[in-house]
């Protein structure tokens, strides 16, 4: 096994001492292992923010290729799976929090849609740090996508944080209800809520209309 490869299964493992010996012996910091994948790509990956830490400090590159299709951000992994710490050390180091990757995902869309209920504290650190609470990815706000899913919960907090109500949102809603008509009471609780923080002005319809549309 080179020494790249040994780099690369020790970030991955958490192994933060041969880490750190395999950097002072000359490893370089962002050569990518068999796989094709990087030391700080798979320690993003699972959760390890003092491997993380040892590696931007050895300069490995915040904004490279990562995940297993190479089509992300170490940020953007660490958002996806709700690894706070590992994102933290990631936004000291200057990471950017808008879209990135080949694809232009937005961390914070990914922080709050990426399970049942999105990862709260991760959502949280982004918007403390700066991020565009609405930031669009793939023509969706983190709201708009979390009503699409219906995440009750995540909905509350982004609007709690400030979320902006687009057209698009209550949309949204009747979008998931068509696709999981089994959760229509969950669906009828947010356009409720949606409908309560004046979304009505956006959409050129009369309050309540959007609500009844659902029922």
């Not at 699972?46 to 830490?53: E, P």
């Not at 710490?85 to 937005?106: E, N, P």
């Not at 918007?127 to 979390?146: E, Q, S």
Request: aromatic share 2%; glycine share 12%.
């Amino acid at each position: 096994m080179d020494t790249a490869d040994q780099l690369v299964r020790s970030a991955g493992d958490g192994d933060v001492i041969e880490v750190a010996r395999l950097l002072e012996q000359g490893a370089v910091v962002d050569a990518p292992g068999r796989g094709g994948r990087t030391a700080l790509d798979l320690a993003a990956e699972q959760g390890h923010a003092d491997v993380v830490r040892q590696l931007v400090g050895a300069g490995a590159d915040l904004g490279q290729q990562a995940g297993e299709y190479q089509d992300v951000t170490p940020l953007c992994l660490a958002a996806s799976r709700g690894h706070t710490a590992v994102a933290g050390v990631l936004l000291d180091a200057g990471a950017r929090t808008g879209a990135q990757g080949r694809l232009g995902y937005v961390p914070l869309v990914l922080a709050a849609t990426a399970s049942d209920e999105g990862h709260p504290e991760t959502v949280d650190l982004l918007l403390d740090r700066g991020a565009d609470i609405n930031a669009l990815m793939k023509h969706r706000t983190a709201l708009d996508w979390a009503v699409r899913f219906g995440q009750e919960e995540m909905v509350h907090r982004l609007l709690g944080r400030g979320a902006g109500l687009s057209v698009g949102t209550l949309a949204a809603a009747r979008e998931h209800l068509g696709h999981h008509p089994e959760h229509r009471r969950k669906a009828e609780r947010i356009a409720a809520f949606l409908l309560a923080v004046d979304v009505a002005p956006r959409t050129n319809q009369q309050p309540g209309t959007e609500a009844r549309d659902l029922a």
